[in-house]
């Protein structure tokens, strides 16, 4: 059985987990009805809003699963945290920074310390390919940091794969890591709650180490729509099935 410690170290990565956020704001309902419009010069930002301080709610089974919130720092650094909407503020948030023309992944704090990722090293590395993660090219090593997503949307879906591991720095233990992650361009969406939309799309697999022989543990696609942010919807195919919508937004 994994500890509860490392649950939450791995879960927190994957930008919707268990932590959310009421920050303050005005919830904005579903049900806004835009014209979906595709900008080859879009950026992450236009649809993550993670220079912004906004924030949004996620429900599953007729009641909010969750909750997210950015927190843009200076530097090009922006923290997003998630959780549950009746235990906020959460203590954890993950660590992004925008360099150059990649939004970068450094790591995430939880249960009092410092979870780092760390892709460079031997055995190591990263990847960016097509659409099936094929005709793969290493990507240069920046500081140990995993390119997360390009900052500006491109016109083409393609995949990125990073090998590496992560440190919690309180105790200095370590686990081993595979994330892959293919990212489509812009193209309309809707959920129960907002219509006619414009979304990119992760689909993202995780395997690791943590407490058992090196395996997969996550699969799921995840939506995010533009101006309104995260999570616009979730559908998670491993270790369960499992799917959410986004149904409030708001800035803070």
Not at 58 to 75: I, K, T, V
Not at 82 to 91: Q, T, Y
Not at 134 to 162: E, M
Not at 187 to 192: A, E, V
């Amino acid at each position: 059985m994994v500890s509860k410690k490392w649950t939450f170290a791995i879960w927190a990565v994957f930008l919707m987990v268990l932590i959310g956020a009421v920050v303050g704001g005005v919830m904005v309902r579903g049900g806004g009805r835009a014209l979906a419009v595709f900008s080859a010069s879009a950026t992450y930002d236009d649809y993550s809003s993670m220079t912004q301080r906004r924030a949004g709610q996620y429900w599953a089974d007729d009641q909010a699963a969750g909750q997210w919130a950015w927190n843009p720092q200076s530097g090009g650094e922006s923290r997003i945290s998630w959780g549950d909407p009746a235990k906020w503020p959460p203590n954890s948030y993950e660590k992004f920074i925008h360099q150059e023309d990649w939004v970068m992944l450094d790591g995430w704090t939880g249960n009092g310390t410092y979870y780092k990722e760390n892709v460079g090293g031997a055995g190591n590395g990263e990847w960016i390919g097509d659409a099936t993660c094929k005709n793969l090219v290493p990507l240069p090593s920046s500081g140990g940091r995993q390119h997360y997503v390009k900052w500006t949307i491109p016109a083409q879906a393609y995949c990125l794969i990073a090998k590496g591991t992560i440190t919690e720095q309180s105790s200095g233990k370590i686990l081993h890591f595979e994330h892959q992650q293919i990212w489509s361009p812009p193209s309309p969406c809707s959920n129960q709650y907002y219509q006619n939309q414009t979304c990119i799309t992760q689909h993202e697999r995780w395997s690791d180490d943590n407490g058992h022989p090196f395996q997969l543990t996550l699969d799921r696609s995840v939506q995010i729509a533009k101006g309104l942010g995260m999570a616009f919807t979730i559908h998670q195919t491993f270790p369960s099935s499992w799917q959410a919508e986004l149904r409030y937004h708001w800035s803070w």
